[in-house]
């Protein structure tokens, strides 16, 4: 007969000798971190595109800035259909190499292009491979969460932590995000941007905010490479559709 699989006892998971706590901080100041890059960005985005790489000249085609946004969203859900349905890469092996892409699209932002035409076309392509890999990160670290969660006695608990961990990252990367950047700099040094004329007044501070934004991603990639419980430990869940304990491997329907 098909037997559930045994709970830890309570009272044992708040003891730091317990691998489940270990694990489930460590899962929480991972998806802390994540969300905390992510929003050092997405927070300042429409000032990005208006102010800086001038993607949007007017309120009215404020949209054009979340087209690399619809476009990676986009992108990064059938890409996850695809090799979950075909199982070609593990969860885990999806939460450790998409904040390396991620990295890959942020390096596209760097203001390495002088030229507007440039820089307008490497944002929308360095944004939709960014955008495109978080929605990949977030869709297999939630996967990979929930599964270790299922396997504790504490469920419920854990899932609200993960909801708490998104929270403090969006709060504390919109906080860092705005205090890097430095509206109204005038980057030439003569003090022409004045409240009277403003056409020589910019944005200064992006690539400082994109390069934390990169390393914080780098720490996500080397701390899960370290650290993240192997494969056969989270890596699949018990297909209760069949009412079995036969387990399959991740995948996306």
Known sequence: ???????????????????????????????ALHTFAMFILFAQLTILSFFYYEVA???????????????????????????????????????????????VGLLVLFGFFPDKRYTITFYYIGFAIFFAANNIYATAYRAFYSVFADRTSYTSMLLGWLFINSGIGAFVGSAIGGLILSFGGDSSGTGCCTKEDQSCCGVQGVDVMIGTCA?????????????????????????KANSSDEERPFRVN
């Open 1 to 31: 007969e098909n037997m559930p699989k045994p709970k830890p006892v309570e009272g044992d998971f708040f003891t730091w000798q317990s691998p489940e706590l270990r694990t489930a901080l460590l899962l929480n100041v991972l998806g």
């Open 57 to 103: 000249d007017s309120i009215s085609s404020l949209w054009r800035t979340y087209i690399p946004f619809i476009v990676g969203s986009l992108v990064g859900t059938l890409s996850v259909r695809i090799i979950g349905r075909r199982g070609l890469l593990t969860t885990r092996q999806l939460v450790l190499f998409s904040p390396i892409v991620c990295v």
């Open 215 to 239: 390393l914080s991603l780098a720490v996500v990639a080397v701390i899960q490479y370290f650290f993240l419980p192997s494969d056969g430990e989270y890596e699949s869940i018990p297909d």
